[in-house]
T-cell receptor, first 110, second 115 residues
Framework: SQQGEEDPQALSIQEGENATMNCSYK?????LQWYRQNSGRGLVHLIL?????REKHSGRLRVTLDTSKKSSSLLITASRAADTASYFC??????????FGPGTRLSVLP | DADVTQTPRNRITKTGKRIMLECSQT?????MYWYRQDPGLGLRLIYY???????NKGEISDGYSVSRQAQAKFSLSLESAIPNQTALYFC??????????????FGDGTRLSIL
């Protein structure tokens, strides 16, 4: 299977703390995306990072990509209760469809 | 109104029944996808379509079929449902006009239970 892995599977933090989630994959990629899923809802796209990029920012989100280690990380700074959700990475290899990881469940406690 | 609409949102049925899940979109995207989500496994691709005349199998297409009735409509069928097809099913769309994969837009899912 080409499915990647996410680490940790679950993460619980206090409001205001930073949350870091990691994603690893097995093949060469064209780009990698991060999605959020609130309970009972569909996935929502957060950030796309291309293979020639090392870091991207969007508001309180920071994504890094290390193609030599085949890994990516998502950092959420100053977390809020509303950030409670599952977070998924999805990587795309050239000419292939996206492959989603199993996700990280983030709980932000007030 | 939702850009990607799935119907029904919930369905309980019996083994052996034929089931159709429907997806419609107002985003004008050419690419549409069906995924299933199981606890701990993330999303797995069942079928995808890059335009009305294009249908492709994904990672786990056995036991499923699809129909792309129009650019805006993509339905998933289970010809003879079995209990291990109990899962959360998602439809997604993306814009393929640039020739490269773009972010996907998801519906809110259909929770399917097969007894």
């Amino acid at each position: 299977s080409q499915q990647g892995e996410e680490d940790p599977q679950a993460l619980s933090i206090q409001e205001g703390e930073n949350a870091t989630m990691n994603c690893s994959y097995k093949t060469s990629i064209n780009n990698l995306q991060w999605y959020r899923q609130n309970s009972g809802r569909g996935l929502v796209h957060l950030i796309l990072i291309r293979s020639n990029e090392r870091e991207k920012h969007s508001g309180r989100l920071r994504v890094t990509l290390d193609t030599s280690k085949k890994s990516s990380s998502l950092l959420i700074t100053a977390s809020r209760a509303a950030d409670t959700a599952s977070y998924f990475c999805a990587h795309e290899s050239y000419g292939q469809n996206f492959v989603f990881g199993p996700g990280t469940r983030l709980s932000v406690l007030p | 109104d939702a850009d990607v609409t799935q119907t029904p949102r919930n369905r309980i049925t019996k083994t052996g029944k034929r089931i159709m899940l429907e997806c419609s979109q107002t985003k004008g995207h050419d690419r549409m996808y069906w995924y299933r989500q199981d606890p701990g496994l993330g999303l797995r691709l069942i079928y995808y379509s890059f335009d009305v005349k294009d249908i492709n199998k994904g990672e786990i297409s056995d036991g499923y079929s699809v129909s792309r009735q129009a650019q805006a409509k993509f339905s998933l069928s289970l010809e003879s449902a079995i209990p291990n097809q109990t899962a959360l099913y998602f439809c997604a769309t993306s814009d393929g006009s640039s020739g490269v994969n773009q972010p996907q837009h998801f519906g809110d899912g259909t929770r399917l239970s097969i007894l």
